[in-house]
Each structure stands twice: as C-alpha cells, then as structure tokens.
C-alpha cells in the first residue's frame, strides 16, 4: 500500500514538472517576443500552446500519440487570435477507412474541452491523404453529426481512451 502512495506522487510530481517546463518554454517566446517586439514569436507562442494541448491525443490503432506519428505538427495549426479562430489540418495514419473521422472527433473534443467557447474549431485532413477527404471534412465541421457521433457510447469510449493522460 504504502508504495502505491509513493508511485501516485512521483507520478503527481512529474507531470507538474512537465506542466512547469512547458509553460516557462512559452513564456520564454512570449519575452522573447515582448522585449524585441517580434509578433511572429507571440503567434509561435500561441501556436505551441495549441500543439500543447493536443499533443499527447492518442492514436485509435497505434499505442503512440498524434504527434509521434506526425497526424498533427506545429505547421498544421492556424490561430487567428483576432477572430478567435483555430484550424487544424492533420494527416491521417491511414489513407482511406473511419479512423480519420475518429482522429479528427478527438481532435475536436479536445479543443471543445481545453478551450473558451468563443473559439470557432476548424478541423480538416490534409488534401491528398485521404480517399474520401470531402467527406471526411464535411462530417468533422457539422455540429449536428458530431453530436449525433457523441450519442454512441461505443465511439465516446474510444474518444475518451485516446484522450486519456499518460504518464509515460
């Protein structure tokens, strides 16, 4: 028992760690951009914290994240803070099937979950990297389907597992 208690607050202890030097790695470009005046840095800043909290999404069918498979990279995030507007373009592991309808939900109920409400989320596949790309779209930016997917309790607990923290 005893050890038990000891593993949950090393664990404990890592990830505020991890959330500590993630986010004195964002207020170094924030400076960085303040004191020499650099807006290309600030829009960096925005765009790492967006990565940040999408970064450690898991794969359905892989047991590594998003970003180890290259599905989501710091290219592929625009922020229009003016607007409050934020489009992810990922690429999925597979080039035809339903897990990029599946990736892309988790994408979305991430930034639902880790953002204002005031954000429009816009998630796309990269052109040419899917067989049925305007479909995959179109499903992905409806409100009404993505409600509708959230209905089955099977595709939330999948949802639910890939977004699920690790500790590694």
């Given at each position: 028992?005893?050890?038990?208690?000891?593993?949950?607050?090393?664990?404990?202890?890592?990830?505020?760690?991890?959330?500590?030097?993630?986010?004195?790695?964002?207020?170094?470009?924030?400076?960085?951009?303040?004191?020499?005046?650099?807006?290309?840095?600030?829009?960096?800043?925005n765009?790492l914290t967006?990565?940040?909290?999408?970064?450690?999404?898991?794969?359905?069918e892989?047991?590594?994240?998003?970003?180890?498979?290259n599905?989501?990279?710091?290219?592929?995030?625009?922020?229009?803070?003016?607007?409050?507007?934020?489009?992810?373009?990922?690429?999925?592991?597979?080039?035809?099937?339903?897990m990029?309808?599946?990736?892309?939900l988790?994408?979305?109920?991430?930034?639902?979950?880790?953002?204002?409400?005031?954000?429009?989320?816009?998630i796309?596949?990269?052109?040419?990297?899917?067989?049925?790309?305007?479909?995959?779209?179109k499903?992905?930016?409806?409100?009404?389907?993505?409600?509708?997917?959230?209905?089955n309790?099977?595709?939330?607990d999948?949802?639910?597992e890939?977004?699920?923290?690790?500790?590694?």
């Amino acid at each position: 028992m005893k050890k038990g208690i000891s593993y949950a607050f090393l664990t404990l202890y890592v990830k505020i760690v991890l959330v500590v030097l993630q986010k004195l790695v964002i207020l170094k470009y924030y400076l960085k951009a303040v004191l020499f005046e650099i807006p290309s840095l600030f829009i960096f800043t925005n765009l790492l914290t967006f990565l940040n909290h999408i970064r450690d999404i898991k794969d359905p069918e892989h047991p590594y994240s998003l970003e180890e498979l290259n599905v989501v990279t710091e290219d592929a995030i625009e922020v229009d803070d003016k607007n409050s507007y934020v489009r992810i373009t990922f690429t999925p592991t597979v080039d035809h099937g339903s897990m990029a309808t599946v990736i892309g939900l988790c994408l979305q109920m991430k930034l639902m979950r880790s953002l204002s409400s005031h954000y429009k989320v816009d998630i796309r596949v990269a052109p040419g990297t899917h067989a049925f790309l305007v479909a995959v779209n179109k499903q992905l930016n409806d409100k009404e389907r993505v409600a509708a997917a959230l209905e089955n309790p099977n595709l939330v607990d999948m949802v639910d597992e890939c977004l699920a923290p690790t500790y590694d």
